[in-house]
């Protein structure tokens, strides 16, 4: 059905996370078209996460301030549609996905021109006006990872082994590695969250942070965005181990290296949590409010951390008791630290899409 289509647009704007676990479409469709203009969609917060993917023609930033690299260009927002349909339609597209199913990724890929417009089969918002084949169920049952490439089996990319890539430079690279540069074995933590139900209590990770540091030699590197200083703030204060507060210090590229040059990362469910897991490193996640099994980081080697409370996951931004992020102890969230390190002789390092600790 989509033989020989020689421009694809994706459309997948936000969330950081959801933009990490969408970037294996990359990577399958381009098996699939090598030779095809490949690119994709992104709002401005999770851009660096796909500008310069080896796998893309070029990023679009939508509603960008200009362009920051070779390969990313800015195009209008939704709010100037003339501007953004003219904008698209000189790639002249012949296929889009819109892989966020709201009506405004659904809009953008109207405004495409694409002849095929291929979308979830729920109609969320909308979306329904402007896709025109709606074949892509938005199941819940498998994880996120797995339902973003069902859009790369739609158009008949097989998924292969997913490809995470992050692309980063050799500054990049040279920025993480001054950061980390007096840190002994580092260990990052991540203790921020856009809902409140998600964050772990600090003086949690500063319990596990001592741990490891008195275990295996290990530094905490708190990092996050500058508005969660306050986060790395508490947890220092309640640690008796040494803490570096990276918090604000980082793009989303220099963030990645670092993650590559840690042991490990202990995190709550965030945008920065995947980015973790698609370096490559071990990642513990904490998970409340959120499904474990659908969200959890991807791959061989990870952790999740779940109190399996009866009213979870609720998805709920805000609730009162937060019974989920409270029953989970520190010693849980250790206990899986020391397994994805390999800090515990007698026991095998966890597999599959995240263990269960």
């Not at 942070?209 to 200083?229: H, I, K």
């Not at 996951?313 to 969230?333: D, N, S, T, Y």
Request: net charge positive; with cysteine.
């Amino acid at each position: 059905m989509f033989e020989g289509v020689r421009s694809i647009l994706v459309v997948k704007l936000s969330s950081i996370g959801d933009v990490v676990q969408s970037l294996p479409v990359a990577a399958a469709l381009r098996r699939r078209y090598p030779e095809a203009h490949i690119a994709w969609a992104v709002k401005p917060p999770a851009a660096e996460v796909v500008a310069g993917n080896p796998h893309l023609t070029e990023t679009l930033v939508v509603g960008g301030s200009g362009a920051s690299a070779a390969g990313v260009q800015s195009v209008p927002p939704l709010g100037a549609p003339i501007g953004l349909a003219r904008a698209l339609r000189e790639r002249r597209f012949e296929l889009a996905l819109d892989m966020q199913g709201l009506l405004k990724s659904a809009l953008i890929a109207y405004l495409s021109g694409a002849r095929d417009r291929i979308g979830f089969r729920n109609l969320q918002e909308g979306a329904f006006l402007f896709n025109n084949r709606r074949i892509v169920p938005d199941r819940r049952d498998i994880h996120a990872v797995e339902v973003y490439l069902a859009f790369a089996e739609a158009v008949g990319a097989p998924a292969g082994p997913p490809d995470f890539t992050i692309a980063t430079s050799e500054q990049d690279r040279r920025v993480a590695a001054g950061l980390l540069a007096d840190v002994d074995n580092p260990v990052a933590l991540i203790p921020g969250a856009r809902w409140e139900s998600k964050r772990w209590p600090p003086e949690r990770f500063a319990a596990v942070a001592d741990a490891l540091s008195e275990e295996l030699g290990c530094t905490a590197v708190v990092v996050g965005d500058a508005g969660e200083r306050e986060l790395a703030e508490g947890i220092a204060a309640a640690a008796r181990s040494r803490t570096v507060d990276l918090t604000g210090k980082t793009t989303l590229k220099q963030l990645t290296e670092v993650f590559r040059g840690c042991r490990a990362t202990i995190s709550n469910e965030t945008g920065p949590m995947y980015i973790s897991a698609a370096a490559g490193t071990p990642t513990v996640a904490i998970f409340g409010p959120t499904d474990p099994n659908r969200l959890g980081p991807y791959g061989e080697g990870h952790a999740k951390v779940t109190a399996g409370v009866p009213c979870g996951p609720c998805r709920k931004r805000r609730c009162e008791p937060l019974r989920c992020m409270e029953a989970i102890g520190p010693e849980q969230v250790l206990e899986a630290a020391r397994r994805v390190m390999g800090g515990t002789p007698s026991r095998a390092r966890s597999g599959g899409a995240g263990g269960s600790a």
